[in-house]
């Protein structure tokens, strides 16, 4: 992975700490641009920010010239850890977003800290890509409805489904060798009409397939988009509780799991 000063670069734009009242006030402002959620649902409030700057926690944000493009906002957690909770960019196609994680983990580096973890939506293919891809990071754990009811522009009207990412600091961009996924079973891919489709396979590696644009289909096909969310949790969700690890994401964004004397609600994997 490239170094942070490199990444922040290319990016055109100073990222630093944020330590005032009203910079906390510019990321709110920020994440309600980006979300535009309702006021019970917000990403992070002021106050939060506050405690966390000055409590040894993570709170950064990329400036172009006085204007605040993007931030996050991280606390440490067990085992020499930091959550990232929240992280966004009005600027799309900058390469922002990756500036401001290769910042996240020189301070994680700088404070002594392992691995780095966080929560993406398993059936945005985009982030997918963006998190095993690009930065080398692999889920571990599938949270069904992790966060509850949602009450934002993306994601209301839609469970709350996460999967566990994690990032470890020392070895971050060193991707574990990749499985073969020639001639492997899919178990999940979308169908002629946008729908998904599951398949009874066998295989130690399987392919999860995800939707290409999920949120259009939200907008578009609501009940397309809750079968999605039923079929990723019943199949990806399912081979991960039972001890399935995702190892790559292939070039189609299929999660590529390897699995080992597995069998699972009408699909088995010896």
């Known amino acids: 992975m ?15 700490e944020l330590r005032e009242v009203p910079e906390f006030e510019q990321v709110y402002a920020l994440f309600d641009g980006i979300w535009h959620p309702e006021p019970r649902n917000v990403p992070m409030t002021v106050e939060l920010m506050i405690g966390f700057a000055h409590t ?10 006085e204007r605040l493009v993007g931030a996050s906002v991280g606390f440490r957690g067990r085992e020499r850890s930091l959550h990232s909770h929240v992280t966004g960019a009005v600027v799309t ?11 996240q983990r020189e301070w994680c580096r700088k404070n002594g800290l392992d691995t780095i973890t966080w929560t993406f939506d398993p059936l945005v293919r985009r982030n997918a890509r963006f998190n095993l891809v690009k930065l080398g990071a692999l889920p571990e754990k599938y949270l069904p409805d992790y966060y509850g009811e949602m009450a934002d522009a993306i994601n209301e009207g839609d469970p709350s489904d996460r999967v566990l990412t994690v990032w470890r600091v020392r070895d971050a961009g060193n991707a574990s060798p990749t499985p073969g996924v020639a001639n492997r079973p899919v178990l999940l891919e979308a169908g002629d009409d946008g729908w998904p489709v599951v398949r009874k396979a066998e295989g ?11 949120e259009r289909l939200r907008r578009e096909d609501p009940a397309a988009a809750r079968a999605w969310r039923a079929a990723m ?3 990806l969700g399912g081979l991960m509780e039972a001890g399935g690890h995702v190892a790559a994401l292939t070039n189609h964004g299929e999660y590529v799991v390897t699995v080992r004397r597995l069998f699972h609600r009408g699909f088995a994997a010896l």
């Open 56 to 65: 040894g926690n993570y709170v950064a944000g990329a400036f172009e010239g």
């Open 233 to 235: 949790r019943e199949v």
């Open 2 to 16: 490239t170094g942070h000063r490199e990444a922040t670069a290319r990016t055109g734009v100073v990222i630093r």
């Open 204 to 214: 130690d590696v399987v392919l999860v397939g995800t939707p290409p644009d999920i």
């Open 93 to 103: 196609g900058r390469g922002i977003g990756y500036a401001l994680k290769a910042h």
